[in-house]
């Protein structure tokens, strides 16, 4: 069943319809509100106050403009400005907790050092190149998408995501010379 189908659904009251588009979406919007936020609890409160947004006017969609998930993403992202102050805030990503056991430690040692390089570098980044990177690459959101989510021109979005790819690339240059010092 398409999301058009179901918003129909759901606006005829179908509860069903409803749980139906919250499993298929929640997961794109929660990790966008917590790459902005840095915050389960802030992220699971968006998600929850965008699925509510939905729930509440699920005609509010317009389906000729863009897809449900992008028009879900921006009211996240619309709420996250609302409770912050993103603008000013560039403190690095929280380390994930490694799940199993690595037999070999030096490999190990080596993921976990070129991860956070990784998260520090995104961190680093202006948040506009942040949110336009995390959606295009992470979310797999096209060019028009990401252009719909954050509200502004396509070739925007393309300007955002070379700058912040360069902006990665000389982050993470710099750790190649004491790598290949090594061998």
Sequence with gaps: MTDAELLAQLSRGEQTAFQLL???????????????????????DVTQECFLVLARKPWAHDASRSQLRTWLVAIARNLCYQRFDLAARTEALQPEDDAGYEPRIDEQLI?????????????????????????????????????????????????????????????????????????
């Excluded at 919250?22 to 699971?44: C, G, I, K, Q």
């Excluded at 300007?159 to 010379?177: D, F, I, N, T």
């Design 111 to 183: 993921r976990k050092e070129n991860a956070e390089a990784l998260r520090n570098a995104m961190a680093a980044l202006p948040v506009a190149q942040r949110e336009a990177l995390f959606l295009f690459e992470f979310e797999q959101m096209s060019l028009e998408e990401t252009a719909a989510a954050l509200r502004i021109e396509t070739n925007a979005v393309k300007a955002r995501l070379h700058r912040a790819r360069q902006a990665l690339k000389r982050a993470l240059c710099q750790m190649r010379p004491t790598a290949e010092a090594g061998k």
């Design 22 to 44: 919250y499993e298929r979406h929640w997961n794109a919007v929660y990790r966008f509100a917590w790459m902005l936020t840095r915050s389960v609890p802030d992220a699971e």
